[in-house]
């Protein structure tokens, strides 16, 4: 898998490269990886409801093909677009799930924090009061072998539901969203990792649909790293960890 740094982009023509792409691609085209970051945007998935928009204010609201609801990119976050094969690669979309989000596990272990799993929930969290603990959640966790034979359906930028037999993010904050989108066994869309970034946005939505769900980068939570080797070092990892 190939990685290009595109840095600084705008999101809308990013997007329509990466549904090009994905369209235009044979089998034996090569997988790619995409990293950058966005100027400010919220992107609302297909299953976005308007209400969930608090005051966007001057930031755009592009509307996207992934499943899921509304998050947001801006300057200082590792946005990562891997442009997978699913059917060469050998596996299938929950593992491929899976795969990215240990790829973001790995990218905090690697500073030291400890990255969560919440069942029902798509993403990673940290403990907000002891990020770098690594006590584990109480809740059963997911594994690489529930995702075996998964649903080819787009899936969420953030779990489904919440309240009552909803996710339970007690205790915790976001500091990665997912969301992706499957076409011809391919996949586009991805991850974001916030590391140094104005968290003030996440204020004016219910990030992923989840009302008072708290948002933070590294910084927040006592990391410093430059955007390019934080970038740098999910990129790695994702691609080992996506590898056939």
Known sequence: MMAKVLGQVDYLPTYQAM????????????DELWLCEHLPV?????????????????IPVVATNRGGQVTYHGPGQVVAYPLVDLRR?????KEYVYRVEEAVIR??????????????????????EDPFGHARLPSPQPSPAS????SKLPLPLAGVGG???GPDFTGLAKIAALGIKVSRNCTYHGVALNVAMDLEPFSRINPC?????????????????PWN???????HKLQALLAP
Do not use: C, M, N, W
Request: glycine share 20%; charged share 15%.
């Open 229 to 235: 080797e934080a970038a740098a070092l999910l990129g």
């Open 89 to 93: 690669a050998g596996y299938f979309v």
């Open 147 to 150: 995702g075996r034979g998964g």
């Open 42 to 58: 919220f992107t609302q998935g297909l299953a976005g409801k308007a209400d969930h928009v608090l005051d966007a204010g001057a």
């Open 107 to 128: 990218t905090l272990a690697d500073y030291g924090v400890t990255g969560h799993r919440v069942a029902g929930a798509p993403g990673i969290y940290v403990r907000v």
């Open 19 to 30: 549904a090009a792409f994905t369209q235009g691609r044979t089998a034996d085209t090569p």
């Open 163 to 165: 309240g009552e037999g």
């Open 209 to 225: 649909g989840h009302a008072g769900l708290r948002t933070v980068d590294l910084s927040t939570i006592g990391v410093s790293t």
